[in-house]
């Protein structure tokens, strides 16, 4: 049985005590010496008392013989009874211990028995003898000696037998105490030695275990509260060492994630000297860990720390780690080749459980491409990319810095508005590269105009800005304009064509027209306008009237924006019909506005600012679903299927949302999709790109007519037609309105019909406002016909009743 006691031997566990346990051993020669100490004192003092009882017995008997025996000695020794006297003292004699006694008889003799023992103790008593009569005689004295030799004998056995008894006992009682000690206390401790002895890291997970029952009364005595304690001890170490070996893993972990780190790291004692640089660092910045051991970081290159930026920045930083616990910042640092790169630090101090800082982590990180990319943001930020001049933002900062600087020195800043005359043309006509190109040059030739100190700026789209500070006379300012007008009178060269492109500048200057940028910019803009008005390639100086007409622009746009919500826009429509009978085919929706201020506006005066404005892409979806809506009502009034056309602008065509716009209004309004036409200018698909014949091709795909509006006024390149999916060309009107004047535009007319028809398209004349116009185009074959001849535009209702009233009379 695990907890069974297997006594050992007795020798050999005497041995095994002596041996292995010097505490029993001790404690041995210390309880033998003790009780040896006690049993002497106890035995001494019994055999004393032992002694002294006999003592008094002697003393007693002695007291006795004087009491029994001292009157009838009187008696015999007043008779003179020699023979009694003789017999009294041989029976005194006879009593123990007594040996010798001694009667002195007044006046001078003595009677003497017995004999005193030389060698052995004695103890004597006396006593008078009197004779009691009338007269009180003192007839001797009797002296009793009594050997102590027996009582010393007595007392000698005891002594022996107690001290024997006593010592055998106490030799016993320390075996058996000694044995129960070592059974039941110093062989644990023993275990608990060896145990203690043998502990190790090795052998932590076994514990101690004493030789014992495991009994409530074993594990609450103070071994076993011992042991408990060992084992605790062995467990909490145990533990400790566990999350050693954790904490250890996990510093492993984070050494091996440190150095693998994709940040630099660098680990600085207080001083501020490397004490660690991970991989990251050395590949950073070139340098060997090893080299920079004990360096500042701010001093690994030759004179770093003399050069005064490092050394004012490695101060703010420590300063900034000490009061604020954090640096971060973004630094130029220098690699070991000497090659600049930006780096992103971290600086924090590295604390103690005390929270005293023990040394300083430095994480940094390459930002060059960032850095990189931030400054190419920057740039875009603040100059336009195609022509690489600062743009409105940077424009502006740089005229309130000149503003700032004009009222320093008390002088004047001209403010130069610049728009391209026709850009937009251009753009539509020869394509978006060719409008690109235009700008660059443009951008060119403005600048080679300015002296250094002067600002260029592309404010966007075709509107450039000059801020020219320093302005000495009234008319500096127009001699720059003149030279800007002047350096655009070569043509440009755009598609392999000459092109003239000419500008329209408006003036403002500081502090005449204001003293605040952005009301200059507006007065250079009112002035812009003005000198458009004059007929382009011309510059105005701003003039406070000239507000009015910047201010009604802007009223316009803001009125412009809510017109959809107030439903302010209509719808015209005016006939397309068949030109040989006169009958109707479609009708061409002309947008309205109708505007409480400013009465009814024609589209010719608000669709350029709703193009400009973006406006158009809303107003144009509006367009699509009334106009559609409208031809689907015809058709319930009237049962006819009219055809519907609707004009397009370009940035509505552009508008990536388009064509579902279309298909839309299309299908919500239930319309038949060929009864839709698409009026697209010729300026538009002259751009010649993949998304215009992309757009083009989905359209035709859905079955929605396209027709090619105001033929002849662009470029007229046949090629598109035969490369688009177009149904109809429609010839503008300023062909058809002087084809019976001029007949240079009878024979284009003529041509166009028949080179139309060769490509398999209808044609549309517009404008048609005389008779004898439609007599030449019946004759000329065109198919159908439109203009005030046969009506001008009408309102919804107009058109309905014009609608009912010409079929009545065609039916007639
Ligand atoms: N993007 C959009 N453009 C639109 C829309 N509605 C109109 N417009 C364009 O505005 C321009 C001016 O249009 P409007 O003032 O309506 O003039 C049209 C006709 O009234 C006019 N016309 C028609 N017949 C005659 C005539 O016999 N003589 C004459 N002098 N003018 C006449 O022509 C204009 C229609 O031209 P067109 O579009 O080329 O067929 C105009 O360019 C419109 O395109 C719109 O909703 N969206």
Redesign the pocket.
């Known amino acids: 049985m695990a907890n069974s006691y297997d006594m050992p031997k007795l020798s050999t566990r005497l041995q095994r005590f002596r041996k292995g346990s010097p505490l029993s051993f001790r404690l041995l020669a210390w309880i033998l010496l003790f009780s040896s100490v006690f049993t002497l004192i106890t035995s001494a003092f019994q055999i004393y008392s032992d002694y002294r009882k006999d003592i008094s017995q002697i003393d007693k008997r002695m007291a006795v013989v004087e009491s029994g025996y001292a009157s009838s000695l009187a008696r015999s020794l007043w008779a003179l009874d020699q023979k009694l006297l003789q017999t009294q003292m041989e029976g005194i004699l006879s009593l123990p211990d007594i040996v010798h006694l001694r009667l002195r008889i007044e006046p001078d003799s003595e009677l003497v028995m017995g004999e005193i023992p030389r060698e052995s103790e004695t103890t004597v008593h006396s006593f008078d003898l009197i004779h009691e009569g009338d007269e009180t005689f003192k007839l001797g004295e009797l002296t009793i000696t009594a050997d102590l030799a027996r009582v010393y004998q007595e007392m000698e056995r005891k002594v022996g037998i107690i001290l024997a008894t006593q010592f055998l006992k106490t030799f016993l009682v320390s075996i058996l105490i000694i044995w129960i000690f070592q059974h039941f206390v110093t062989r644990h401790l023993t275990t608990m030695a060896n145990y203690a002895r043998d502990f190790s890291l090795q052998n932590l997970a076994r514990p101690l275990v004493l030789d014992r029952p495991h009994t409530p009364s074993n594990e609450s005595d103070e071994l076993g509260k011992v042991t408990d304690a060992i084992n605790q001890m062995r467990e909490r170490l145990n533990d400790d060492i566990g999350r050693q070996e954790r904490d250890a893993a996990e510093i492993r972990k984070f050494s091996k994630a440190i150095e693998q780190s994709p940040s630099s790291v660098l680990i600085c004692d207080r001083q501020w000297r490397i004490e660690f640089a991970n991989q990251k660092f050395s590949q950073l910045t070139g340098y060997d860990a090893q080299s920079i051991i004990g360096k500042h970081p701010g001093a690994l290159g030759e004179n770093d720390l003399d050069n005064r930026e490092s050394r004012h920045l490695w101060q703010s930083i420590r300063l900034q780690v000490q009061r604020v616990g954090v640096w971060q910042g973004e630094v130029n640092s220098v690699r070991k080749n000497g090659e600049r790169f930006w780096e992103q630090l971290i600086v924090t101090p590295i604390k103690d459980g005390g929270g005293e800082t023990t040394g300083y982590l430095i994480l940094g990180e390459d930002i060059s491409i960032r850095k990189r990319y931030e400054q190419q943001l920057l740039r875009q930020a603040n100059y336009d990319i195609l022509t690489g001049l600062p743009n409105r933002m940077l424009a502006l900062d740089r005229l309130k810095l000149a503003l700032a600087q004009a009222r320093r020195e008390n002088s004047q800043v001209g403010v130069m508005f610049l728009d391209l005359d026709n850009f937009k043309h251009i753009n539509d006509t020869l394509g978006h590269d060719a409008g690109d190109n235009l700008l660059i040059e443009a951008a060119r030739r403005i600048s080679s105009c300015l002296r250094g100190t002067s600002t260029v700026a592309r404010l966007g789209g075709d509107e450039f800005l000059v801020i020219l500070p320093g302005l000495t006379g009234s008319d500096a300012s127009s001699q720059v304009a003149d030279r800007i007008l002047k350096t655009f009178s070569p043509p440009y060269i755009l598609n392999g064509q000459e092109v003239f492109v000419t500008t329209s500048i408006g003036i403002s200057v500081f502090p005449t027209d204001s003293d605040n940028s952005g009301t200059l910019l507006q007065h250079a803009d009112a002035a812009m306008y003005q000198a458009k008005h004059k007929g382009k390639s011309a510059y105005a100086h701003f003039a406070p009237e000239m507000t009015e007409v910047s201010h009604e622009r802007l009223q316009m746009e803001s009125r412009m924006r809510r017109a959809l919500e107030l439903n302010e826009f209509e719808l015209?429509f005016?006939p397309i019909v068949d030109t040989d009978s006169g009958n109707l085919v479609a009708a061409?929706?002309?947008?309205r506005w109708n505007n409480p201020s400013m009465g009814m506006v024609?589209?010719?005066r608000f669709?350029p600012l709703a193009e400009e404005t973006g406006l158009?892409i809303p107003i144009?979806e509006w367009?699509l679903q009334e106009a559609c809506r409208a031809a689907v009502t015809w058709k319930e009034t009237t049962g006819r299927d009219i055809g519907i056309s609707?004009?397009?602008?370009p940035r509505?065509f552009r508008d990536p949302g388009f064509t579902s716009t279309v298909l839309n209004a299309v299908s919500s309004s239930g319309l038949n999709h060929n009864q839709l036409e698409l009026?697209i200018t010729e300026r538009l698909i002259l751009d010649n790109s993949i998304e215009t014949a992309e757009i083009l091709r989905q359209l035709d795909d859905a079955g929605v007519r396209l027709s090619v509006?105001?033929f002849g006024t662009g470029y007229s390149a046949l090629s598109y037609l035969k490369s688009y999916p177009f149904d109809t060309l429609?010839i503008?009107?300023s062909f058809v309105?002087d084809v019976m004047k001029e007949a240079e535009d009878a024979s284009l007319v003529r041509a166009i019909i028949n080179m139309a028809h060769s490509l398999g398209l209808s044609v549309i004349a517009?404008?048609?406002?005389e008779e004898a116009q439609t007599h030449f185009l019946k004759q000329e074959g065109c198919d159908y016909s439109?203009?005030?001849?046969y009506s001008?535009?009408l309102p919804t209702e107009d058109f309905e009743t014009w609608l009912k009233t010409t079929q009545r009379l065609q039916q007639a």
Not at 646 to 649: D, E, I, R
Not at 766 to 769: H, K, P
Not at 786 to 789: D, P, V
């Open positions: 015209n005016q061409e929706a002309l947008l024609m589209p010719d669709i158009i144009g367009v609707v004009n397009v602008s509505q009026e509006d105001d429609k503008d009107k309105q517009e404008g048609v406002e439109q203009g005030y001849f001008r535009p």
